[in-house]
């Protein structure tokens, strides 16, 4: 037997359903950057970042829709709207996070036009277009949904969806507000619909996330001020000091990770927080706590003078393998078997949340062939240790000869794309070269 012994490596590692969400104005060649405020910054790349200016590089993207767009008619869609928007972000080696809207304050941003004729009067509340309670909008929006969900479930371009109840932006507004029924209406759509593809709701209210429990449905969670330490009310109350950390535990949603992904979206602007002078690193260090996947800075430049911290960040956010050790036999024979082990650990704050099964490639200077690792990487937890072993079979059919064996971790649906791993070696075709094999 021979055991490989890989080198770990502290590279920022751009990988599906985690880390920074691509910001696609960041890159290219842009004759002059600009922070979300107008003020020209100079141009720098974080390590390892080939393709974003001021941003690290992501295999994350933010897909979002509208309502209005994708169903003009009742009961026609424009389903190819939102697949030319998952296609776009798998072209830049991207799976995507999934928002539908049901609508937003601008006037171009209603309702769809027929269900407008509907209800032509807009409700008092500020944040809503429409009234869930004495409107027919939790029927026609679920509907909506389970049609979504039936086109989309398990498609391999998206990470996760956001559920939207109701709400600008599908960002939960008056939620609390909705009456126990049209709730109950609009969640089942979302978790009868979405078996196969993560879910996370908004942490916005405890009555919507008590109906979401009560499903016992594996949801996770979103936000959208990650970083407030206090803009709204100085000195008083902020979502990081308060808000945040009391509902997480109030609504029950501290283990919500272990089965759905965490998702965090900037208050404001990561450069915002910078020019107030909160610290960066409690803001990082809270949400690590809470176990982010992933985190939107709205595609605007990072402060410079933070990089260091945002880098630590990157390293942590979702899922990280460093495989410890790979051990296998120096030869076989054709219709043998190989007796394979390997030490792995998740040393980010979550799980991945799609089963992207490894494999070892066997690769030899006439022939090749690949043997699938059973192993469920949903189940690798951070902060442990876990042991794959396995007895693999070797084809009938294997020549004889010297194969170089390689471990990769296919991500479906994308031909060339596989897992970044935290070892060195990883060659062109995203395979890490682990030691040679004979078959006899």
Avoid at 355 to 364: C, D, Q, T, V, W
Wanted: aromatic share 12%.
């Amino acid at each position: 037997m021979q055991t490989v012994i890989p080198k770990i490596i502290s590279d920022l590692l751009s990988n599906p359903g985690i880390g920074f969400i691509a910001a696609p104005h960041l890159m290219g060649d842009p004759a002059e950057l600009r922070d979300n405020r107008g003020t020209p910054v100079e141009k720098y790349r974080f390590p390892q970042s080939t393709k974003t200016w001021n941003h690290p590089d992501s295999g994350l993207y933010y897909c979002g829709g509208r309502w209005k767009e994708l169903e003009p008619e009742p009961g026609e869609y424009r389903w190819d709207i939102l697949d030319n928007g998952l296609e776009k972000a798998r072209q830049m080696g991207c799976t995507s996070i999934v928002r539908i809207a049901p609508y937003a304050l601008r006037p171009e941003e209603d309702v769809p036009l027929w269900m407008r004729e509907r209800w032509p009067e807009e409700p008092d509340y500020p944040f809503w277009r429409v009234d869930p309670n004495t409107t027919d909008y939790a029927e026609r929006w679920s509907e909506f949904i389970r049609a979504f969900a039936a086109r989309f479930d398990g498609d391999e371009r998206i990470s996760s969806v956001d559920l939207a109840i109701t709400g600008a932006w599908g960002e939960g507004g008056g939620s609390e507000f909705v009456v126990p029924e049209k709730l109950e209406q609009v969640v089942s759509a979302y978790l009868d619909g979405f078996t196969k593809t993560p879910i996370q709701a908004l942490l916005h209210d405890p009555v919507s996330v008590a109906c979401i429990r009560r499903h016992r449905a594996k949801v996770g969670f979103r936000v959208d001020c990650l970083g407030d330490m206090g803009g709204f009310h100085p000195g008083q109350w902020s979502h990081m000091e308060d808000y945040y950390p009391q509902n997480v535990v109030n609504f029950h949603m501290q283990d919500a990770w272990k089965e759905a992904p965490v998702v965090f979206e900037a208050c404001w602007h990561t450069n915002d927080w910078y020019l107030q002078g909160w610290d960066i690193d409690y803001i990082i260090d809270e949400s690590l706590k809470w176990h982010i996947s992933s985190y939107n800075a709205k595609g605007t430049t990072i402060p410079q003078a933070w990089e260091k911290s945002i880098e630590r960040w990157v390293r942590k956010m979702g899922y990280r393998y460093e495989i410890h050790s790979c051990t296998l036999p120096e030869q076989t024979q054709a219709g043998g078997t190989i007796d394979f082990e390997m030490l792995v650990s998740n040393t980010g704050v979550a799980p991945c949340y799609h089963n992207y099964s490894p494999m070892l490639r066997f690769a030899g200077e006439n022939a090749s062939f690949d043997l699938p690792i059973q192993a469920d990487i949903r189940q690798w937890m951070p902060d442990a240790d876990v042991r794959v072993a396995q007895r693999m079979a070797v084809p009938e059919n294997a020549p004889k000869g010297t194969y170089q064996v390689k471990l990769g971790f296919p991500v479906p649906g994308y031909l060339d794309k596989t897992l970044r791993l935290a070892i060195g070696g990883r060659d062109a075709d995203g395979f890490y070269p682990l030691c040679a094999v004979r078959v006899v």
